[in-house]
């Protein structure tokens, strides 16, 4: 992670364009390339211009009130671990720890960390790492939904959680516990798909013929008087394919747009079902196939179990249509480089 490290730096400063995708390739003048972390099919490369990184990194430095030394226990070549490194250079260095946080270690001054919510799960199993964890200024925690009794778990042992929601094509966070970052701009569209304008937005795919995806993800956002000139030039918005609503100033997200299935001619949200499950086990996942009879069905990932039993144990709090139909007993989730569920690998494991 040194090297990286270095890279990342001469990057900040002038330096070349960044290649820290996995495989390789040449970046665009002034822009890193990373990798998305491929949960649901094969991983995109992202284009990220030099200014998006510093705007995003400077945004959260501002959102937290202090400069600070940030731990690095997420690989770089994905955006969470990226941002790690930039707001670390741009503020007061960067540790490196491994990703069991087995040794991590403060330095004087402020400390932050970024952790995805498995990270947190497991720490909180040693009472250790727990008081080291309650030591830090702030702990984000991305990659996926944090589940409200973790946070309660995590706030109950002194840890300073910070929820963040955003993507590669952000820069990463860029809404935490719920509340924009200064310069975000949150709009929620058709069934409430969260979209999402700022000056950290990203400059869109590298493929073979150069950056392809514009007109899909993104459309002009028209920038304010404040802005910057590069802004008022090429500000942009993404169009994710998550669902949110407004709670007051925050938002919450959902779900994804296609979590909604149709089983049996009754509409099902995994989301929903995922919480459910998720607060019984949170090594556990679920995924909807195509089925010949329903329609669409929940298959339920976990490492014990038997489908009655969890069909049993679901049932206070899910309708009938959105109990699981199948069982895969899986005794350690795949997990993408960025921590997440490995949706296409477990998909593979699904018999018809």
Wanted: aromatic residues 4%; hydrophobic residues 45%.
């Amino acid at each position: 992670m040194q090297e990286e490290s270095l890279a990342v730096a001469e990057f900040l400063d002038g330096g070349p364009g960044l290649w820290l995708a996995p495989g390789s390739g040449v970046p665009p003048a002034d822009c890193a390339v990373v990798a998305t972390s491929g949960s649901t099919g094969d991983a995109k490369l992202v284009v990220l211009h030099r200014e998006a990184l510093v705007a995003a990194a400077r945004a959260a430095e501002e959102r937290l009130g202090f400069a600070a030394t940030w731990h690095l226990t997420l690989a770089p070549q994905y955006v969470a671990g990226l941002m790690v490194l930039v707001r670390g250079l741009l503020g007061d260095g960067v540790r490196a720890a491994s990703s069991d946080l087995a040794d991590l270690e403060l330095v004087p001054g402020r400390n932050c960390l970024s952790v995805v919510g498995t990270q947190l799960y497991r720490a909180l199993e040693s009472q250790e790492l727990a008081e080291t964890l309650a030591r830090f200024d702030a702990v984000l925690v991305g990659g996926a939904a944090l589940r409200p009794e973790l946070r309660a778990r995590a706030e109950h042992a002194g840890i300073r959680v910070i929820e963040t929601y955003g993507m590669s094509e952000t820069c990463g966070g860029v809404v935490w516990d719920g509340v924009p970052l200064p310069g975000v701009e949150i709009t929620l569209g058709d069934r409430g798909r969260v979209e999402i304008a700022g000056p950290m937005v990203f400059e869109g795919y590298l493929g073979e013929a150069g950056l392809e995806g514009r007109a899909a993800l993104r459309r002009r956002w028209l920038a304010s008087s404040q802005a910057t000139l590069r802004d008022q030039q090429d500000t942009q918005r993404v169009l994710t394919n998550d669902r949110g609503r407004w709670e007051g100033d925050r938002l919450i997200i959902e779900g994804r747009v296609d979590d909604v299935i149709i089983s049996g001619g009754v509409n099902v949200d995994l989301a929903a079902v995922r919480r459910a499950v998720l607060a019984v086990d949170p090594e556990a996942e679920v995924l909807a196939v195509d089925d010949a009879e329903w329609g669409a069905r929940v298959v339920l990932f976990a490492p014990s179990g038997t489908l009655d039993g969890w069909r049993e144990t679901l049932r206070s709090a899910l309708p009938p249509a959105a109990l699981p139909r199948q069982l895969v007993i899986v005794k350690q989730l795949p997990r993408t480089g960025g921590g997440k569920p490995d949706r296409k690998s477990l998909l593979e494991l699904v018999q018809s």
